[in-house]
Nanobody, 114 residues
Framework: VQLTESGGGLVQPGGTLTLSCVPSEDITTIAFMGWYRQAPGKERELVASITNLGETEYSDSVKGRSTISRDNSKNTMSLQMSNLRPEDTAVYYC?????????WGQGTQVTVSS
């Protein structure tokens, strides 16, 4: 599965950002999709995930200020993040898991700074 990410950029602290990920295959056939992030000098970590049954999971660092969703009609998975903080600055990666295959997007930079 090829994953195309969009929506990254420069945001002021307290702002809102929506990241989108479009898979090259029918999203309803993809069991798991998620957003991960990697800041300089740190390991890649899970931000949020969603299954094809709509089950969601959030990291403690974004819980309560982020919403992950899947829109089957647009074949798109999105992550809306609000009240952004400087520590949210990272490269954000989309991940998919379909049967035994795991794929990653190329990453999109999110920078939170005034």
């Amino acid at each position: 599965v090829q994953l195309t990410e969009s929506g990254g950029g420069l945001v002021q602290p307290g702002g809102t950002l929506t990241l989108s990920c479009v898979p090259s295959e029918d999203i309803t056939t993809i069991a798991f999709m998620g957003w991960y992030r990697q800041a300089p000098g740190k390991e890649r970590e899970l931000v949020a995930s969603i299954t094809n049954l709509g089950e969601t999971e959030y990291s403690d660092s974004v819980k309560g200020r982020s919403t992950i969703s899947r829109d089957n009609s647009k074949n798109t998975m999105s992550l809306q993040m609000s009240n952004l903080r400087p520590e949210d600055t990272a490269v954000y990666y989309c991940k998919s898991r379909k049967l035994f295959w795991v794929d990653w997007g190329q990453g999109t930079q999110v920078t939170v700074s005034s």
